[in-house]
Nanobody, 116 residues
Framework: VQLVESGGGLVQNGGSLRLSCAASGTVFAITVMGWYRQPPGKQRDPVATITTGGDTDYAQSVEGRFTISRDSAKNTVYLQMDSLKPEDTAVYYC?????WGQGDYWGQGTQVTVSE
């Protein structure tokens, strides 16, 4: 599976951004799609995930501000980020699992910077 991310950038405190991640290759085996982020000098942590059945899960820090969705026809996952805060600044990575974790794939990462 190959992943291409887009949508990062610089935004002011309280602003919004939408990230997109398009998958290609063995897409029929995809079971979970999600987003992770890695702030400077810190570890990579999960932000939000969505299963083929539409079940979603969010990190507590983004609950109510971020929304994950997927377009199965386009094999694309989105992350709508609203009410952004400076602490949301990080490199955001798209992640796709196939066959419930047997395969694990990462995008190249996209920088999101939220200014004061």
């Amino acid at each position: 599976v190959q992943l291409v991310e887009s949508g990062g950038g610089l935004v002011q405190n309280g602003g919004s951004l939408r990230l997109s991640c398009a998958a290609s290759g063995t897409v029929f085996a995809i079971t979970v799609m999600g987003w992770y982020r890695q702030p400077p000098g810190k570890q990579r942590d999960p932000v939000a995930t969505i299963t083929t059945g539409g079940d979603t899960d969010y990190a507590q820090s983004v609950e109510g501000r971020f929304t994950i969705s997927r377009d199965s026809a386009k094999n694309t996952v989105y992350l709508q980020m609203d009410s952004l805060k400076p602490e949301d600044t990080a490199v955001y990575y798209c992640n796709v699992q196939t066959n419930w974790g047997q395969g694990d794939y990462w995008g190249q990462g996209t920088q999101v910077t939220v200014s004061e």
